[in-house]
């Protein structure tokens, strides 16, 4: 029962507020004519995003690797799909967020 309040709770409170917004979501896409092959290229975007949560939960399951690797491996694969398939990042971008965590920084004491 640990995990399944906390789990009904949110979904509750997720269906609240999909209820309180439903006004101000579009229906963007409701007077476009069915394509399979825009379909095709949906999916192919949503199921990369999906493969993030196997390679983590997967490469525990099986013992691949740690959660501390499997964390490493998440993000690099985001990455890869920040670049290559969603170009949302690109290569100077992509050099600035990779240096950027390893950039010697004032201690505060």
């Avoid at 979904?11 to 007077?31: E, K, P, S, W, Y």
Wanted: glycine share 8%.
């Amino acid at each position: 029962m640990g995990g399944f309040i906390p789990g009904a709770v949110m979904t509750i409170f997720m269906i609240a507020v999909r209820h309180l917004l439903r006004a101000q979501i579009t229906t963007c896409g409701r007077d476009q004519i069915f394509n399979w092959k825009v379909l095709g290229a949906d999916v192919h975007r949503r199921v990369a995003a999906v493969i993030n949560a196997a390679i983590i939960m997967g490469g525990m399951t099986f013992g691949w690797f740690t959660p501390t690797e499997a964390a490493i491996a998440a993000c690099a694969w985001a990455m890869i799909l920040g670049v290559f398939l969603y170009r949302s990042l690109n290569f100077k971008q992509f050099y600035k967020v990779t240096m950027e965590p390893s950039r010697p920084r004032q201690a505060s004491c």
